[in-house]
T-cell receptor, first 114, second 112 residues
């Protein structure tokens, strides 16, 4: 599986955009980038995923660079409830036997402050 | 609320014992996954079942086993428990083999 690198921690002021970077320089052409978050020992929560194009949903936006070697998760207006560990995961191609498992790294601990 | 339920929420047991953790997937989801989260190992994939059949295996110990029943709920059995098995155990479900996974609230296992 492609390895991901994330900063261990970040701070963000409430109401501001939180931009969480992720490097995945060994990603292959048909691997997806997934983002999950975990709020204080709760079950991880799916946020968004993408392959090549930028994606947006009600929770966040995902910007993937043209060479796909890095991506940024954007929470447009962070709130205190967004304080969590954010995991960037590169997922094997969905038609392979290893696509099922999610390989979680250490993630980025985002602290949203007043 | 993800729609995935897990019981019990907390479990305290002694070394050498056997426990069963239960998971009910979201309505309509056929795939169930088990993950273990410990302080030193992080979140690790254990095993996946799809419509009653084992489909993928991760770092699951031989002392651990799982199954998925016809009603699609799943159980994770942990036997000959050791102190190092103390962890959070999460179940996740997805509608297909490779769909987005939705996680339950977890079972916190403490082995004393």
């Amino acid at each position: 599986d492609a390895k991901t690198t994330q900063p261990p921690s970040m701070d963000c002021a409430e109401g501001r955009a939180a931009n969480l970077p992720c490097n995945h320089s060994t990603i292959s052409g048909n691997e997806y980038v997934y983002w999950y978050r975990q709020i204080h020992s709760q079950g991880p929560q799916y946020i968004i995923h993408g392959l090549k194009n930028n994606e947006t949903n009600e929770m966040a936006s995902l910007i993937i660079t043209e060479d796909r070697k890095s991506s940024t998760l954007i929470l447009p207006h962070a709130t205190l409830r967004d304080t969590a560990v954010y995991y960037c995961i590169v997922r094997p191609p969905l038609n392979t036997g290893t696509a099922s498992k999610l390989t979680f790294g250490t993630g980025t601990r985002l602290q949203v402050t007043l | 609320d993800s729609g995935v339920t897990q019981t019990p929420k907390h479990l305290i047991t002694a070394t050498g014992q056997r426990v069963t953790l239960r998971c009910s997937p979201r309505s309509g989801d056929l795939s169930v996954y088990w993950y273990q989260q410990s302080l030193d190992q992080g979140l690790q994939f254990l095993i996946q079942y799809y419509n009653g059949e084992e489909r993928a295996k991760g770092n699951i110990l031989e002392r651990f086993s799982a199954q998925q029943f016809p009603d699609l709920h799943s159980e994770l059995n942990l036997s000959s428990l050791e102190l190092g098995d103390s962890a959070l155990y999460f179940c996740a479900s997805s509608v297909s083999l490779t769909g987005e996974q939705y996680f339950g609230p977890g079972t916190r296992l403490t082995v004393t």
